[in-house]
């Protein structure tokens, strides 16, 4: 079955939108957009706005499309660059769960201002953008689907960002680094080899599991094993971007059920970040299920 594409985009002006969905009407699926004025950054009012659209629109596909389709739904947005301290809000909202992939846009102007030949050629060079920046985001997602997919017990693309530490800073970057600069298929998986090959690791029974805060060994079972992991639309306390970050990671569906189990030596607190808050283990408990969104269980 092909790879469905959904792509949300990030700082077009409302005119140059209204041209650009018209031109690429059937060649591209638009998931969420939210027009942003050329002079305006990306406020963090503004991320949240567009996260609540992408994630209406995911929770409708959800729960209309059967399961193997939904395996192969793939994410990114698109974003006009501005400034860095401006496109943090943006990583920070979004960073985690799609592909962001920069569009250099540099014929994005004053459109109140524009002639219709002047918003022709705009709206043209942002379809080529668009067209370059979602080649370069399929050869990255190809690596990423095949890992989450096929090896997610043993990635460490899934790992859960909060009660996995900071040293998930080291995934985030080498994927953002290869969105940012285009790097190919070699090279992105190069690069990510390198980082799983530094992270802590503990060795039992010819397997390696990787080690977090607190000293968690992450382990996870196989395809054929429990898995207890899930990805609510509605549920006590539970947020929309619970169930987003429980879903897709860097851009690619992963399996929702899929989780970490972890024993507690005594020594952590029982106090763990949770997907939507923290959440209290009670004392004579020595496990934790934990699911790459950080859903504790």
Known sequence: MKLRLLIAIAGVPRKMHDVFAKKTSG????????????????????????????????????????????????????????????????????????????????????????????????VNELIDQSRKAI???QALLSIIGEEVHNRDNKTCLLLPPNNYGKDFEKIRNCVQ?????????????????????????????????????????FRAPSKSGPRHGFARWEGKCHQEYCAV??????????????????????????C?????????IPSKRRHLNVAPNDNVR
């Open 135 to 137: 080649k370069r985001a």
């Open 27 to 122: 060649a591209i699926e638009l998931i969420a957009f939210e027009p942003l004025d050329h002079t305006l950054h990306y406020s963090q009012s503004y991320c949240d706005r567009l996260y609540e659209r992408l994630a209406r629109n995911l929770k409708k596909r959800d729960q209309t499309l059967q399961e193997a389709e939904l395996t192969r739904i793939n994410v990114i947005l698109l974003y006009v660059q501005k400034d860095k301290k401006s496109e943090m809000n943006l990583h920070q909202n979004f960073g985690t769960e799609v592909l962001l992939i920069p569009l250099p846009m540099h014929g994005i102007l004053d459109v109140s201002l524009a002639t219709p030949n002047q918003m022709d050629r705009a």
């Open 177 to 217: 680094h290869a969105c940012q600069t285009g790097q190919g298929r070699d090279e992105f998986r190069k690069c990510l080899d390198k980082v799983s090959q530094s992270l802590p690791k503990q060795r039992e029974i010819s397997r390696d599991y990787f080690v977090g805060r607190l000293k968690l060994v």
């Open 272 to 280: 763990f970040p949770n997907c939507h808050g923290f959440k209290i």
């Open 245 to 270: 970050r429980g879903k897709i990671r860097f851009g690619s569906n992963y399996d929702s059920k899929f989780h970490y189990d972890c024993n507690i030596t005594g020594k952590e607190g029982k």
